[in-house]
């Protein structure tokens, strides 16, 4: 969801009543889940009602995110023309991904230098990073789309504010926190020392402090801004909550956090597909409504049918998936389905298990990327006609 200077200028997007993506309700929901989530987690402070929480998100949302630009890409109308018109994005590269980490943990060996633990922990860093990257990238991108749904003349003034916001905020200083918490992957997997050896316990408070005045200060100058710019009241929103988790991460203890941050993003990434999965609509079809609201019920009830479908295939699918999420004993499934968890773990496909959990976050990446490639004319106009045609 990158470049979009100078997409919809000439577009009903002026029409300043039409500022949400979908709705008030929808976008308050799905796209400013950050808002509420922040406030849920500070009224709600039982540990055991925040894990069951997060356990039924796990199921619900997780996978169902990850799959949602498959969908988008193969599963809508609208995207069959790019679909064949650009098979290197769309199929011959995804295809090569998902070779490429079978390729990694399959290969004997006598003809490697590294087992496959280490193998499988070099996949995991490059997962880190990657999804660091597109963690700040769907920030960007939805704040790009508001910007240009209320205020398109001067959304490329703020072009580059936001990308040093959504990658500094919302990428590097997140990094931060984690490692002054101990918590981050880099150091869970001794990959980096502890930066803060026992000697600089003490200080760490304080640098927490400061790490959430930092944010809170960087996120006040980017809504006074946004103000001054005329950019909307969505875009201030969405960078309230961008400011909001940030500041979560520096104070918040980790479980809380994690839960914060990756919910808000599935949440985000489940939103605009069903979205945009709702929208796919044949023209004809809108012609042969027999009346107005029975066309307007038809129009409210699609995007719950590609949300319904896409959490029910998330339930489905996860424990498979979550083989390589986290080690034995702390994944959600085996307290659902021990049996099956088991058998997965001793079984002869948990090396294949693990690679295509891998490559599908890879894949995930990917087509995000892909789907939502608005500096390609076809993209753009492809993706334009689902995302404002409500």
Request: with cysteine; aromatic share 14%.
């Amino acid at each position: 969801m990158r470049n979009l200077t100078a997409v919809f200028l000439t577009e009903a997007m002026n029409d300043k009543t039409g500022c949400w993506i979908r709705s008030l309700m929808w976008d308050v929901v799905w796209l400013h889940s950050g808002i509420w989530l922040t406030f849920l987690l500070l009224i709600v402070n039982s540990s055991q009602l925040q894990e069951m929480f997060y356990a039924a998100t796990v199921f619900l949302f997780w996978i169902a995110h990850r799959f949602s630009s498959f969908y988008l890409a193969w599963g809508t109308r609208a995207y069959k023309p790019l679909l064949r018109d650009q098979q290197k994005r769309f199929i011959i590269l995804p295809l090569l991904i998902v070779l490429g980490v079978l390729a990694v943990l399959y290969t004997p060996e006598s003809f490697s230098t590294f087992t496959v633990s280490e193998r499988i922990l070099g996949l995991l860093l490059l997962d880190f990073a990657w999804g660091a990257h597109h963690f700040a990238a769907q920030h960007y991108g939805i704040l790009r789309l508001y910007h240009h749904r209320w205020n398109p003349a001067s959304a490329a003034s703020a072009n580059k504010q936001d990308r040093m916001f959504c990658w500094g905020i919302g990428g590097v200083l997140i990094i931060i926190a984690e490692l002054m918490h101990g918590t981050s992957f880099l150091q869970e997997k001794h990959i980096i020392p502890n930066l803060f050896p026992d000697w600089g316990l003490e200080g760490i408070p304080l640098f927490l402090r400061l790490g959430t005045l930092l944010v809170i200060g960087s996120t006040l100058f980017m809504v006074r801004n946004a103000w001054i710019q005329d950019s909307g009241l969505p875009r201030i929103l969405y960078l309230s909550a961008i400011g909001m988790m940030a500041a979560a991460a520096f104070q918040l203890d980790p479980f809380q956090f994690l839960l914060l941050w990756t919910m808000q993003h599935w949440l985000a990434a489940i939103g605009l597909a069903a979205h945009m999965g709702g929208n796919d609509v044949k023209h004809d079809e809108m012609q042969k409504s027999v009346s107005l609201k029975k066309h307007s019920e038809k129009i409210f009830w699609k995007p719950w049918r590609v949300l319904i479908s896409l959490c029910a295939f998330s339930v489905m699918m996860t424990p498979f998936f979550e083989i390589e999420a986290v080690a034995a004993g702390g994944r959600y499934s085996e307290q659902v389905w021990p049996v099956l968890m088991e058998w997965l773990q001793n079984s002869e496909w948990y090396t294949f298990l693990v690679g295509i959990g891998l490559a599908s976050g890879f894949l995930h990446y990917w087509m995000d990327r892909a789907v939502y490639r608005f500096s390609d004319p076809q993209t753009r106009k492809t993706a334009r006609q689902l995302l404002f045609s409500s």
